[in-house]
């Protein structure tokens, strides 16, 4: 049976402040005018992007709603989405200005990730919140180092915090908990967290060298200029300590004192055994709840065939949950890419919207 599509008059529309116009900000603004029908129609909601700043290439703002198809054209031909500034001083507002001073419903902030130094993204994102405006981000420092602190923050203002993008972007996974997993207590939680890893790791089951595997990564957008961050395992650590902190309670947890090892020094020899096997070789994020507090390790394991991440291939993530109600969950999707992560965007955006209008059209 087709599902029904139920047109709904527009009664909303919501103002987007944006924060970053990178890759990720520039596909999250696409995927927006792409689903306006279906925002309109099912969930009686116009989105309007009235204000997006840079760092460096300028910031526009429109009361009644910026152009977006004629903001990308502008950038691409100029390099800068607003006027250049004055040799005098600055001409334009900045982003702090923009987020203490304008009229909107909605902060999303796409900054670059800052593990080390996530002072600026979180100072945005409290910002907003002050003002009682609702915020998405996807950026995972602030959430690392803070996210009972933004969370309570949050709360305190009435205002909505959504972070779906920041931690495998693209696969459900806060959504899922919080929508699918109600009454229910995650006693911990393994995955495959890291993509650029785990496409590594494939190919060198297929016979690449690790510094093939690895221009292979680069080439297709899947790794980093500096991929460190990635195969050493700390971007894994993070998002580890993340799902601890919103899922299990736990405090932060600085990286030095988790016990993290990377795919670095795998032999492709341990690679084939495992396959040979009928198994795989993974990089493994588990978080676990015990009596004393949660436990956070990274490190490559030997997965049985009976282990659903073992089946996780290439540019993809994947996470085990264990439950007290259900036992054994797993979610699996695509993680990697511009697009991915502004899906999970939209899909935080919308759930702002229907919250504000008393979440019965979620």
Not at 15 to 42: M, Q, S
Not at 112 to 139: A, H, W, Y
Not at 345 to 357: G, N, P, Q, T, Y
Request: charged residues 25%; aromatic residues 6%; contains cysteine.
């Amino acid at each position: 049976m087709a599902l029904m599509t139920v047109r709904r008059e527009v009664t909303t529309a919501l103002r987007i402040l944006l924060l970053g116009f990178g890759n990720v900000g520039r596909a999250f603004c696409e995927i927006v005018e792409e689903k306006a029908p279906l925002l309109r129609d099912l969930f009686g909601v116009e989105g309007r992007f009235v204000g997006i700043a840079t760092r460096s290439r300028g910031c526009v703002s429109d009361p009644g709603g910026i152009d977006i198809g004629a903001l990308l054209k502008k950038e691409s031909s100029t390099g800068r989405l607003g006027p250049a500034p004055s040799r005098g001083g600055r001409d334009a507002p900045s982003a702090a200005e923009m987020v203490r001073e304008m009229d909107y419903d909605l902060l999303v902030v796409c900054t670059s990730t800052t593990i080390q130094s996530p002072e600026e993204p979180k100072s945005f994102i409290c910002g907003g919140l002050q003002r009682g405006k609702d915020v998405i981000t996807s950026n995972k420092g602030p959430l690392f180092l803070g996210y009972r602190e933004i969370r309570d923050f949050a709360a305190a203002r009435e205002a909505i915090f959504l972070f779906e993008a920041a931690v495998m972007g693209g696969t459900p996974f806060f959504s899922f908990t919080r929508h699918c997993l109600t009454g229910s207590e995650v006693l911990s939680c393994e995955g495959v967290m890291n993509t650029t890893s785990n496409y590594v790791l494939d190919l060198m089951v297929a016979g690449a060298s690790f510094d093939d595997a690895l221009l292979d990564a680069r080439r297709k957008g899947y790794a980093e200029a500096d991929p460190t961050f990635d195969l050493e395992g700390w971007d894994s650590a993070v998002k580890a300590s993340i799902i601890a902190q919103v899922l299990m309670g736990a405090p932060p947890v600085p990286l030095e004192d988790i016990e993290v090892q990377g795919i670095n020094q795998i032999k492709t020899r341990l690679l084939l055994e495992a396959a040979h096997s009928g198994g795989a070789l993974r990089l493994v994020s588990r978080v676990e709840k015990g009596k004393d507090g949660v436990a956070i390790t990274v490190r490559p394991e030997v997965l049985s065939p009976s282990n659903p991440l073992s089946r996780v291939h290439g540019a993809t993530n994947g996470v085990l949950f264990l439950t007290d109600t259900l036992g054994e969950i797993f979610v699996a999707g695509g993680g990697i890419g511009p697009r991915h992560t502004a899906f999970s965007l939209l899909r935080d955006l919308i759930e702002v919207a229907c919250s504000r209008k008393g979440g019965r059209e979620c």
